[in-house]
């Protein structure tokens, strides 16, 4: 049992050290983020290599590991353990895959798609960031090759204004120095990006990087120093070109250059750093920087560098070869690839506007019968309308010639009554002439009658003053006195005459009162008769004048123009029969008629 447990204890620490203890590392690069579990004992290059092999990069002298340290950076070194470099002890320990050292032509160096797309995306963010400056002309026109890189090729019925809205494309001091919105700057960015139709996304981030290539700032890594220790402040910059020295205000234009090939050796003691030129006419120029770290990092830069530099002068190795060769004939599939894409794209667009053609025809030809359809239906309406028009028209034209029957017969019976109005009229004018001639009567009648009341009041003046004689004789015998009676009355009886004349006398007296009592009687008939007949005229002249109104509402139906001679014959009637009136009883009878009139 003993043996057994510590055999067992044995092979259980024999699993313990067989199992590596392992370190957490978080590395991030341009577009991704990775996490890897690393031995203890792996170096910087382990780590590198299994960074390249799980990103596809075979392009790996350019890129390396930084790593951030106190206020500055560093570079993993690929000879050293990773532990036991100054590198972060947070776990996991952060690693940012970058561009070590930049290419001097874009084109002939880079020769993978993934090393140009790694390029690509860290040169715009250090453009973007204002690491590397940038004019605003050039950013805008770096900005649509980026925009065609992400998009592809201009749409304007899926690129809608806005669509850019949410990209980073412009550095903010491009944004701040001109006063323009959002949208002028995207309008700008898109008349660009609609020139590039048919670039692909690899040609448009080699586009990107030849035009990067070309500004002062590319590729330049920039260090404080300053110069015979009187602290004089310059920047130290070290690009694929060589070393250069700048003012501290001025990035853009060196102060002085050291070509990689005017450069003889590079070495540092400490804080102090010697350039030492081919020529030795030359003097060598030394500077200092701030710290230890900076000036191995200096020189670090300075290495790789220097090797890239005389490595692109000598031919390329046989990977490298390899590595071109398989570049080029990749980007002959992907030609040919994108020229079957672009053919086939084509007759697409081509078959999509045929049928957008065909479908636009059709439509056509649907509106079309639509339209001959709606058109035959309102030719159906309008011919049924036509035929109940031609029906009514019909009826209209029984209907009128029924109405032209009726109007015959009316104008036929307008005629029988204006025949009959003629002849009304001309009895009418008869009854006229009648009632003048009866008026003319009358009046002469009146005339004979006036005459004749003359004779009589004359005979009756005369009866009058007889009697009136009379009696005053008789009064002067009843007045003489009494003695005398007897004398008077013989003397009377003596002077009046016989018997017989005063019997005549008296006869004569008695025959004066009869005659008035006769003239009394016949003017009292005579009135009578007169009333009866101014009654009887009056009737007459009622029935006229009521026939005069029924024929004058006639006229006035058929023939207005009579209305005026009704008017003057009842007129003449109403004239005669008032003076006919007036000089029968005078004044008072003829107004009262003239009431009765009106």
Not at 23 to 49: H, P, R, Y
Not at 108 to 130: A, G, P, R, S, Y
Not at 376 to 395: H, V, W, Y
Not at 543 to 563: D, M, P, V
């Amino acid at each position: 049992i003993y043996l057994t447990a510590t055999a067992s204890k044995m092979s259980i620490l024999g699993l313990k050290k067989k199992q590596p203890k392992t370190f957490k590392v978080k590395v991030i690069t341009m577009d991704a983020e990775m996490e890897f579990s690393c031995e203890v004992k792996w170096k910087g290059k382990d780590l590198f290599d299994l960074v390249c092999r799980t990103v596809g990069l075979r392009e790996t002298w350019f890129f390396g590991l930084r790593y951030t340290v106190k206020d500055t950076y560093a570079w993993l070194k690929p000879e050293k353990r990773v532990l036991d470099q100054e590198v972060p002890k947070d776990s996991p320990i952060t690693f940012h895959f970058l561009a070590k050292f930049f290419p001097e032509k874009v084109e002939e160096e880079l020769v993978q798609e993934i090393t140009q797309h790694l390029f690509f995306l860290q040169v715009k963010k250090q453009i973007l960031d204002e690491e590397i400056f940038c004019s605003p002309e050039a950013s805008v026109l770096l900005a649509s090759y980026a925009v065609q890189a992400k998009y592809g090729d201009y749409d304007p019925n899926f690129h809608k204004p806005g669509f850019l809205a949410q990209d980073e494309l412009l550095p903010k001091r491009v944004l701040m120095q001109y006063q323009m919105t959002a949208d002028m700057w995207e309008e700008k960015i898109t008349a660009w990006y609609a020139e590039h139709r048919g670039i692909a996304r690899d040609e448009a981030e080699m586009e990107y990087l030849k035009i990067a290539q070309d500004l002062e700032m590319y590729g330049v890594s920039y260090f404080a120093i300053t110069q015979n220790k009187r602290d004089t402040d310059l920047l130290l910059g070290v690009d694929a070109q060589g070393l250069h020295i700048y003012s501290p205000n001025s990035k853009l234009n060196p102060n002085k250059s050291f070509p990689w090939s005017d450069i003889r050796n590079i070495s540092y003691s400490e804080k102090e750093f010697t350039i030492k030129p081919l020529d030795k006419k030359k003097d060598v120029f030394k500077f200092y920087s701030s710290q230890l770290r900076v000036n191995k990092l200096i020189l670090q830069l300075c290495i790789g560098n220097h090797d890239l530099f005389m490595r692109r002068r000598k031919v390329d190795s046989i990977e490298v070869q390899q590595m071109k060769a398989q570049a080029k004939e990749e980007k002959a599939r992907k030609k040919m690839e994108r020229q079957i894409l672009a053919r086939e794209k084509q007759m697409r667009e081509e078959a999509e506007r045929a049928k957008e053609e065909m479908e636009r025809r059709l439509f056509q030809l649907q509106d079309e019968a639509r339209l001959a359809n709606e058109a035959l239906l309102r030719s159906e309406e309008t011919a049924d309308l036509l035929a109940e028009k031609a029906q009514i028209a019909e009826e209209e034209a029984k209907l009128l010639a029924h109405k032209a029957a009726e109007a015959e017969q009316e104008r036929q019976r307008l005629e029988v009554t204006a025949m009959k109005t003629k002849e009304e009229k001309r009895l009418m004018e008869q009854k006229m002439r009648e009632a003048e001639q009866l008026a003319v009567k009358l009046v002469e009648q009146s005339e004979r009658r006036l005459k004749e009341a003359d004779h009589l009041k004359q005979d009756l003046t005369e009866a009058k003053d007889a009697e009136r004689r009379a009696k005053q004789k008789l009064l002067e015998i009843t007045k003489t006195t009494y003695p005398y009676i007897s004398v008077t009355f013989t003397l009377v009886c003596t002077s009046l005459p016989s018997t017989s004349d005063y019997e005549s006398a008296s006869t004569r007296l008695d025959f004066k009162d009869s005659d008035m009592k006769r003239l009394s009687m016949e003017i009292e008939r005579e009135r009578l008769e007169y009333m009866e007949k101014s009654k009887h005229l009056q009737d007459q002249l009622k029935e006229l004048k009521s026939e005069i109104e029924s024929l004058k509402l006639e006229e006035q139906q058929q023939q207005a123009g009579l209305y005026g001679l009704h008017i003057y014959i009842i007129c003449r009637i109403y004239i005669y029969i008032y003076i006919y009136i007036y000089n029968s009883n005078g004044n008072c009878i003829g107004k009262i008629f003239l009431l009765f009139l009106n």
